[in-house]
């Protein structure tokens, strides 16, 4: 029987590299559970996050082809603070219950570290408490913005408001116990700084 496996959060703002970050770890053996990805699946087609969505929005909130419909909901919760809230007071627990579940498994298989990539973190302070540490991915907006705007074809002024929405630069770093710089750094160097941390953490 080996001991808990460390619990390692993964936060930083939209293009900081997260997920670029979270590769590296899992290439260097911990176990990845990715918020996003658990959200996107509970709410795509048939998914557990479904019928209740259509029940609290209406049948506006669900597509032909039984998933979400992303770009409705965004009308409906940009507007409806109330609406907002009532999603992710679906989603949430959905997203929770499952980081449970491959929490456990992670544990069972002997992970020496499970790595909980989660966007929100900084926002959200129910995470916090399930973390042993928390790891932020930090770099200038401007980088944030050039990565984005390459990567997505949306406009400046668009990413620079998805930016502006998210936790300023200074909450995340303020709940951060190590902070990887991506800036005017290769991948490489990146990769390198995933295997020094990692190797901390037992990998
Ligand atoms: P999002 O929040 O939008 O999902 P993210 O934080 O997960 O973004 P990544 O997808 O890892 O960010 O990185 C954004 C883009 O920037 C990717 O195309 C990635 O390859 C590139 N990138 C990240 N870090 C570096 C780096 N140090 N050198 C070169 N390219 C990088």
Redesign the pocket.
Known sequence: MGSSPWRLGLT????????????FFSEYGAAVFDA?FVARSVTGPGGAAISMIRQQLGDQAIAADGSMNRTAVRDIVFSDSAMRLRLEQIIHPLVWTESLQQEKSAARSGFPCILF?I?LLAESGVWRTRLDRILV?D?PERT?VE??V???GLSEEQVIRIVQSQAPRARRLSIADIVIR??????A??AGQVRHIGAFFGL
Not at 12 to 23: A, D, N, Y
Not at 182 to 187: G, R, T, V
């Open positions: 930083g703002g939209i293009g900081s590299g997260k997920t670029t970050v979270s590769r996003d990539d966007p991915v770099c944030q990565r984005v390459r990567r997505s991506n800036d005017q750094i290769s991948l160097n990146l």
